[in-house]
């Protein structure tokens, strides 16, 4: 009978497909996005409701991701992850058996407890699985091939865009065909008793929550994802002004984009040997602050593809870059809880997106707004660039752990 072991092919194929579902939570319908706008033209503010189709799942992921995080403390990692996977397909697919407004909304929001379900159990096990240099390679692989799902999901979506706009929630169900593997192929890893887990070893004291030291990860894990959901949100509307682009094109554009994230999210741990913390956020946001400019100034499809490209390689430096950082700096005895507050900046972020961008975008038009946010990337890369020279110390991701 088959062994669950970290070091199996099978364990780590399940661990990164299974995190792939995390992103074609949003990136999925977003091609879908005009088509469901004309589908609805008669209800009233249904341009903010067809973008909340999109985001409102990052709304209950905020909202249950720090529950999530309790519970893969205190009750294990692999309980939470199968059964937030069957209830990702079940919620996530609503939409094509659902041609109401209200009904559709109540679906993605369950899909967003699911989500933070899904994140952060499978997050945390990829930690407690691997050490050190190990643990940022396969972080790296993480995001990688998150992002690889996004581009697959994504281009899928546009494709049945093209045929209703309900038919990409079939894609969800997917999450069926995972879920034997969560169930067969991972391992409930041995922890410490939490009383034991929760004493410093060298003086017996008590270990704390750190979040003056997590802080600046969950904010910039904020304002990272508030910038990328944009692109994803605004995209297939300025194809379609700009160039006459199709949901099909729209949904190559957005996935193309994540697509150029997989290098560097590949590469992260070679990255992550010669670079600071410091310098591998700066780079990531300067791609974002030269990226979205181009994006926002194109005139034809592949100036704006081009920009989101430029966008999507920072995009595959900062998510690994966030989620090795919060390794180095979380005690074990929290780790699921410092991953649900991560999960909960970055669908926060995803969440409020359109509250801010939209504003901009009706004050100075969508390609003006990606002009103003990357103006802001610019800004947010100069500080940390200012941080790294005046720290003390430059911060090293990987903690001295063996591998």
């Known amino acids: 009978m088959f062994q669950a072991h970290p070091e199996r092919q099978l364990t780590k194929i ?17 091609p879908a996005l005009p088509a469901m706008h004309a589908a609805f033209s008669d209800l009233p503010n249904v341009d903010l409701l067809v973008r909340l189709v999109l985001t409102i799942p990052g709304l209950f992921i905020v909202l249950g991701a720090p529950a999530a995080g309790f519970i893969v403390d205190s009750y294990g990692r692999k309980r ?3 059964v937030s996977t069957f209830l990702y397909a079940i919620t996530g697919s609503a939409g094509y058996f659902f041609d109401s407004m209200t009904a559709i909304l109540i679906g993605r929001a369950l899909l967003g407890i699911a989500v933070a379900g899904v994140m952060i159990s499978v997050t945390t096990l990829i930690a407690d ?7 940022a390679r396969f972080l790296g692989r993480q995001a990688a091939f998150m992002n690889f799902g996004g581009v697959l999901f994504t281009a899928a979506g546009g494709f049945l865009a093209d045929v209703t706009w309900q038919t990409p929630f079939l894609i969800y169900l997917v999450a069926f065909v995972i879920l034997p593997f969560t169930v067969i192929a991972l391992l409930e890893p041995k922890r410490q008793e939490p009383e034991a887990a929760a004493l410093d070893s060298e003086n017996g004291s008590k270990v704390t929550f750190p979040i003056g030291q997590l802080l600046p990860i969950y904010i910039t894990a904020l304002v990272l994802l508030t910038a990328f959901i944009m692109m994803i949100i605004q995209l297939p509307f300025l194809l379609g002004a700009v160039a006459g682009a199709s949901a099909t094109q729209s949904g190559l554009a957005i996935s193309g984009a994540i697509l150029f994230s997989i290098p560097p999210s590949l590469m992260f741990a070679r990255i992550n040997k010669r670079l600071s913390m410091f310098t591998i956020v700066t780079v990531g946001f300067v791609l974002f602050g030269i ?6 100034l194109g005139t034809g499809f592949l100036q704006i593809f081009g920009g989101a490209a430029i966008a999507g390689i920072g995009l595959g430096l900062l998510m690994p870059t966030l989620n090795v950082w919060l390794v180095a700096r979380a005690p074990e005895v929290f780790r699921g809880r410092a991953f649900g507050l991560l999960t909960t900046s970055v669908f926060f972020g995803q969440f409020i997106s359109p509250f801010i961008t939209e504003p901009i975008s009706s004050q100075v038009g969508i390609g003006g707004s990606f002009v103003v946010v990357g103006a802001v990337m610019l800004a947010v890369a100069a500080a940390f660039f200012v941080g790294g020279r005046i720290s003390s110390e430059a911060e090293t991701l990987v903690p001295s752990e063996p591998v």
């Open 14 to 30: 399940t661990l990164l497909v299974v995190s792939s579902l995390t992103v074609m939570a949003s990136a999925t319908i977003a």
């Open 80 to 82: 939470l992850l199968v």
């Open 129 to 135: 699985y691997y050490q050190g240099e190990a643990r």
């Open 291 to 296: 990226g979205y400019p181009i994006i926002g």
